[in-house]
């Protein structure tokens, strides 16, 4: 694959993430809002200080939500191209439009789902302010973890497949980032506690739409993505019109 083809397929990837970015903030403004709000609420109703908003809340929910999910699409949209032009032709005969799923579904599972099954997303009341530096280098460290692992997993299948067959080396690939995955999670330290008398419903639906949201946008992308990258890499031939005469 050439530089040009390279580029193209970047930019048309940047493209398709911010398809999917505005999808992904559709489904987090409409669904994920609401257990935010709550949040916020409890979280003012056990503080004593009252100190003045910078920003107002619906400019956070609005134009700040927006610029936020919108950046993230564009730059997963770039990174995940770039995962597809290496990863084409190198997993298995697979076209362009299936790549693309696959490394959207990849990107989903590695990126996103792993990492919080460590340390899951919470709501602005959860966790001590103190410690958020900490708690952000331990999830980025988790997604590396998981994104190394998961290549790792790829390279052994490819290797034990010649011997052992491609559904026994996939298998086995499989268990072995499960167990690796497994190893990580027990290494690293926990998270912080919920805070007592937090509603255990809003932490629930707050988790569920921060699911949803990553799916919506991982979804979107595999699938527009793939659109496009098929139309650059397989170009439709141009059809010329025949004209019949009749007597």
């Given amino acids: 694959m050439n530089s040009t083809t390279v580029r193209t397929l970047l930019v048309r990837g940047m493209l398709a993430g911010l398809a999917a970015g505005v999808l992904a903030f559709v489904f987090a403004y409409v669904v994920g809002e609401g257990s935010v709000d709550a949040a916020i609420a409890f979280e003012e109703s056990k503080s004593h200080e009252h100190g003045e908003?910078?920003?107002?809340?619906?400019?956070?929910?609005?134009?700040?939500?927006?610029?936020?999910?919108?950046?993230?699409?564009?730059?997963?949209?770039?990174?995940a191209a770039l995962a597809f032009c290496f990863a084409l032709g190198r997993i298995g005969r697979f076209g362009a439009r299936a790549t693309a799923a696959?490394?959207?579904?990849?990107?989903?599972?590695?990126?996103?789902?792993?990492?919080?099954?460590?340390?899951?997303?919470?709501?602005?009341?959860?966790g001590d302010p103190d410690t958020i530096a900490k708690r952000t280098a331990l999830f980025v460290l988790m997604i590396a973890l998981s994104v190394l692992l998961g290549i790792g997993a790829v390279l052994l299948g490819r290797r034990l497949a010649p011997g052992w067959g491609n559904w026994n080396a996939s298998i086995t690939?499989?268990?072995?980032?499960?167990?690796a995955v497994g190893v990580a999670m027990a290494i690293l330290p926990h998270g912080d506690n919920i805070p007592k008398g937090f509603p255990a419903a809003d932490l629930w639906e707050f988790r569920l739409a921060s699911i949803g949201i990553q799916a919506v946008?991982?979804?979107?992308?595999?699938?527009l993505f793939g659109y496009l990258a098929e139309r650059a890499l397989e170009p439709q031939p141009v059809r010329g019109r025949v004209s019949t005469l009749t007597a």
């Fill in 53 to 79: 908003e910078l920003v107002s809340r619906s400019l956070q929910s609005t134009a700040g939500l927006a610029t936020g999910v919108l950046v993230f699409g564009v730059a997963i949209g770039g990174i």
């Fill in 102 to 126: 696959l490394t959207a579904l990849a990107g989903f599972l590695l990126v996103y789902l792993v990492p919080i099954l460590k340390y899951p997303a919470n709501p602005p009341a959860v």
């Fill in 173 to 179: 690939a499989g268990v072995a980032f499960v167990a």
């Fill in 217 to 223: 946008l991982w979804s979107a992308f595999g699938l």
